[in-house]
């Protein structure tokens, strides 16, 4: 069975009048309505009543369904990821191999704060998706999975490199944004895993999590990471093993995020119990929220990244530094989003403004660690 199709209006006025040379005044003038009507009409923000599409088809001397015209929107079977029964109809898509992967423009794991366009709208019962874009971009588009925010600026920079091509990103921790990838619900997984003496900690959290699967593991940047806290760091907090104190109020990310794996080393070499830290169990989903929650008074220390912390204008008491790689599948190579999203992480500009992060360190942007 075909997928079942949505109708869409579409008017050539534009294309009509400019092939006849009459000005949107003139046409108006001849129809008996605003030229603001004429303009509405070529932008698609207005429909016209049946007397006025036979005055515009009368003056311009031709048919009225030469100006106006039905083209269907197939509605398309689609997998929605990460919220199931959610109520925002509004998701981003991105075609993985040949799956049509769904995720909300709401909620937590949103990644971006500002409102972003929609690629398509859920149908009721979320399993069909009417598109708004067209196949051919769906087609080029490929979408990150993790939580360093400068993936948004690698994003920016695929959509100025390339107009038909498109990297969607997504917020993810480290461990589930490798967990979609091998589940087919994304081309790139981004990891910043930290390393032991036995094994580099992104390599060893795919080859876990990634059995029998070949791939590429490309560093996309380094930076440092630690906790954020009020600016001026009032409560003198300078390592970790400061967050016991009942005075402190801490708020922790959740299972799975990298930088609570580092925590959790820290406070172990330390031998500080897990409830000894004054909101231990008290989650945030993302670097944001928690810098958010220290703006505003509701906790004291939070972890996170220097460049978050100095966007908040915040304090930051660093632990480690660490580097990020992007693990992606060997048949996904040659999809047209992530082979422009590789071409940028060669170029000395995406580079410079990386570096001009804070906390950041571009040196091994684009090297890649391992094929496996």
């Known amino acids: 069975m075909g997928a079942a199709k949505d109708i869409e209006i579409i008017c050539k006025l534009k ?11 003139e046409l108006a003038t001849l129809v008996g309505i605003k030229r603001q009507a004429i303009y509405d009409l070529e932008s698609g923000r207005y429909l016209p009543n049946t007397s006025v599409a036979l005055g515009l088809a009368r003056v311009l001397n031709c048919r009225v369904e030469d100006i106006f015209y039905e083209r269907s929107q197939p509605l398309c079977p689609v997998v929605l990821v990460d919220s199931p029964g ?13 799956k049509l992967c769904g995720y909300s423009l709401s909620g937590a794991n949103a990644f971006m704060e500002e409102m972003r366009a929609a690629d398509g709208l859920l149908e009721p019962g979320n399993n069909r998706v009417k598109l708004l874009n067209s196949s051919e971009q769906l087609e080029n588009t490929a979408l990150l999975l993790g939580c360093d925010p400068a993936f948004s600026i690698l994003g920016h920079y695929v959509q100025k490199s390339r107009a038909d091509a498109a990297l969607h990103c997504r917020f993810a921790s480290s461990k589930n944004a490798l967990t979609q990838l091998g589940e087919g619900h994304a081309h790139i997984a981004g990891t910043h895993m930290h ?32 906790l954020m806290v009020a600016r001026g760091n009032p409560l003198n907090i300078r390592e970790p093993a400061d967050l ?56 004291d220390a939070a972890l996170g990244l220097h460049a978050v912390a100095s966007a ?18 060997q048949d996904l190579l040659a999809h047209p989003g992530v ?33 496996f």
């Open 195 to 226: 390393s032991t003496d036995a094994m580099d900690g992104n390599q060893a959290l795919a080859n876990a999590l990634l059995k029998n699967f070949k791939g590429l593991l490309v560093t996309f940047a380094s930076f440092e990471e630690g």
């Open 86 to 98: 959610q109520t925002d109809p509004r998701v981003s898509l991105a075609k993985v191999r040949n």
């Open 312 to 329: 908040f204008n915040l304090g930051f008491v660093p632990i480690s530094k660490v580097r990020c790689d992007l693990v992606i599948p």
């Open 339 to 371: 082979k422009v999203a590789l071409d940028i992480l060669q170029k000395k500009t995406f580079q410079d403004e990386l570096n001009s992060l804070p906390g950041y360190d571009a040196f091994y942007t684009g090297t890649i660690i391992t094929r």
């Open 244 to 299: 016991d104190q009942e005075k402190v109020r801490f708020v922790n990310r959740e299972k799975g995020a990298a930088l609570r794996s580092l925590l959790d080393d820290c406070l172990g070499k330390s031998n500080i119990p897990f409830s000894a830290v004054n909101g231990y169990d008290e989650i945030v989903n993302n670097h944001s929220q928690g810098a958010r929650r220290i703006l505003h008074g509701f906790s």
């Open 15 to 25: 294309e009509i009048r400019t092939e006849k040379k009459i000005t949107q005044s």
